[in-house]
Each structure stands twice: as C-alpha cells, then as structure tokens.
C-alpha cells in the first residue's frame, strides 16, 4: 500500500482542487492546527527555520501561532499555485512601508522549497493529495537531517454517518477512502522519516440545519472518489438530501490524524567496490564509538 497511489482517489479531480481559490481557512482547519500546535510542547528543541506547507488551507490563523512560538525563526510559506501564493502574501506579510515589517522576520512566499529547513508543518492536506508517498518524500528532501515534520489529516471514520445515508439512499460514495494512521506511519518510514509518532482522535460537529451542514463540507473540500455521481444533480436531488439530512442527527464525526517523526542522517552504505572518502570513514568510526559507548553505560 505504500508504494501505491490511493485507488479511489480521481487524480484530475485532486489537481482541480489543488488550484482552487482559498479565500480564507476552513474553521475545523484552524482547530486542528491549534490543537497540532499544542503537541509542539513535547519538543524541545526550537527551529531556527521551518516552512508552512499550504497554510491557505491548513490555517491562516495558525500560522500566526507558530509565528508567536518561534519569534526569532526566519519561515518560508509554500503554496502551489499563484492565486493562493497571493492570498498568502497579502494575509501573512506586513506592507513594506510598515515599521512593523522591520521588527521581525517577514516570511517567504515560495512556490518549491529550494533550501532546507528545520521543521516542515503541514495541516490537514495529506489526504487530498492524488499521491501521498511522493509527497512525503518532498516533505522529506526540504527538511534538514534531524529536521522534524508535522501534520495532520483525516482518517477512515471521517464522514460515517453521512456514508451512511449515501448508502442508505443507494447513491455513490460521498467521498473517497481515508487512510489508517498505521499506514500512514509505515508511509513515513517508506518516505527516509525515522521515528514516527501517530496519534487521532475524534471530533464531532454538530449543526442546525442541513444547508449549514452541506456549506461546512464545501469549505472543506470535494469528493474525489472516482465513483463519485458523474453528472449534474437537479432539485429533486438536492431535496432528497435535505430530507435525508434532517431525519438523522445533524451532526458529523471527523477523524484526525495526527504525525511526528523526524529526517534521520543517511546510512553509510558499503560494498564490494564501494569507495568511501576519509571524512566519511571518520563520521561512520565516531558513531560506532558513540554508539558502543551507550551499549556499554
């Protein structure tokens, strides 16, 4: 499953969303980074850099969380396409004739990660990507050796009852498949992370009406499940749903992926014919020495 794309996700679908317009964070979004933000505190070491991945969906406000955290931290924010890089511009930089801008470090809009950074956070966009391993790997070349990453995303309880009234209703699914936290750690290390840390809970929204519902979703995401409903869905549809909506419980359970792990120091690989530099025989000795000395003690 590792080495695999996610089968029910629709790739043009996914790319579609990947260019659609944020206009501002999701509010579950921003809950789920202020609660990832708290799991900084197990940390102790503070970056001196870090890079926001796609904070126009993962929270705007977050960001200004981290920013608190780690005043001194020069940070580079990526977003993939011009329209979110300029709404990230005008909502995270401070005008350049502010003297506010000169009192503390103005992050980068970037749209690749060209130097690496220290700590990689990436809020609630893992599980829309059409392919989540290469992106691991790119989270992974941006960070330094012993750099960090942070994320979060959804999991497979995400949406069960309205999986269940779809069902009930025989309609398609109402979105495609979410990934086990397990095979997101074992991902991780398929991707060069060391030392992985997986944790989720659950977390339930409840809602007035049904129209409240349907708007929360949309500024959540899109179904990208290729069995998705092909065609257009009239009125009579709609009315369906909101039926379906208001005889069940107005309420909606996501559940949220939590992950940690850490860009380990490349092994030293030797073979036959391998041909190793003197520094590079130097490290592989110190780290032996080191690392009998704490068998030893």
């Given at each position: 499953?590792?080495?695999?794309?996610?089968p029910?996700i629709?790739?043009?679908?996914?790319?579609?969303?990947?260019?659609?317009p944020?206009?501002?964070s999701?509010?579950?979004?921003e809950?789920?980074?202020?609660r990832?933000?708290?799991?900084?505190?197990?940390i102790?070491?503070?970056?001196?850099?870090?890079?926001?991945?796609?904070?126009?969906?993962?929270?705007?406000?977050?960001?200004?969380?981290?920013?608190q955290?780690y005043?001194?931290?020069?940070c580079?924010?990526l977003?993939?396409?011009s329209?979110?890089?300029?709404?990230?511009?005008?909502?995270?930089?401070?005008?350049?004739?502010?003297?506010?801008?000169?009192l503390?470090?103005?992050?980068?809009?970037?749209?690749?990660?060209?130097?690496?950074?220290q700590?990689?956070?990436?809020?609630?966009?893992?599980?829309?990507?059409?392919?989540p391993?290469?992106?691991?790997?790119?989270?992974?070349?941006?960070?330094?050796?012993?750099g960090?990453?942070m994320?979060?995303?959804?999991g497979?309880?995400?949406?069960?009852?309205?999986?269940g009234?779809?069902?009930?209703?025989n309609?398609?699914?109402?979105?495609?498949?979410?990934?086990?936290m397990?095979?997101?750690?074992?991902?991780?290390?398929?991707?060069?992370?060391?030392?992985?840390?997986?944790?989720?809970?659950?977390?339930?929204?409840?809602?007035?009406?049904?129209e409240?519902l349907?708007?929360?979703?949309?500024?959540?995401?899109?179904?990208?499940h290729?069995?998705?409903?092909?065609g257009l869905?009239?009125?009579?549809w709609?009315?369906?749903?909101?039926?379906?909506?208001?005889?069940?419980?107005?309420?909606?359970?996501?559940?949220?992926?939590?992950?940690?792990?850490?860009?380990?120091?490349?092994?030293?690989?030797?073979?036959?014919?391998?041909e190793?530099?003197?520094?590079?025989?130097?490290q592989?000795?110190?780290?032996?020495?080191?690392?009998?000395?704490?068998?030893?003690?």
């Open positions: 499953m590792a080495e695999k794309k996610p029910t629709d790739s043009p679908a996914a790319r579609r969303w990947q260019r659609m944020m206009p501002e999701p509010w579950l979004h809950e789920v980074a202020r990832m933000q708290d799991r900084l505190d197990y102790k070491s503070e970056p001196a850099s870090w890079v926001h991945w796609m904070p126009g969906l993962g929270g705007m406000d977050a960001h200004s969380l981290l920013v955290r005043p001194k931290a020069t580079t924010v977003e993939t396409t329209a979110r890089s300029l709404s990230a511009q005008n909502k995270l930089t401070v005008p350049w004739w502010s003297p506010q801008r000169w503390k470090p103005q992050p980068q809009i970037v749209s690749q990660i060209d130097r690496p950074t700590m990689l956070w990436c809020n609630m966009a893992l599980h829309m990507s059409e392919d391993q290469a992106l691991m790997s790119q989270w992974q070349q941006a960070l330094e050796v012993d960090f990453l994320f979060s995303c959804l497979p309880d995400t949406l069960k009852e309205l999986r009234i779809y069902q009930t209703l309609w398609p699914m109402p979105n495609h498949e979410f990934t086990d397990h095979d997101w750690g074992d991902m991780l290390v398929a991707a060069g992370f060391a030392e992985p840390v997986m944790d989720m809970e659950h977390i339930t929204l409840t809602f007035e009406t049904p409240r349907l708007k929360e979703l949309r500024g959540l995401g899109r179904n990208l290729v069995g998705r409903f092909g869905r009239g009125r009579r709609y009315g369906q749903l909101l039926q379906a909506l208001g005889n069940a419980p107005l309420q909606l359970t996501f559940e949220v992926v939590y992950g940690h792990a850490f860009k380990p120091a490349p092994r030293l690989a030797v073979t036959a014919q391998s190793i530099s003197l520094e590079g025989m130097r592989a000795l110190v780290r032996g020495k080191m690392a009998q000395s704490i068998q030893h003690n």
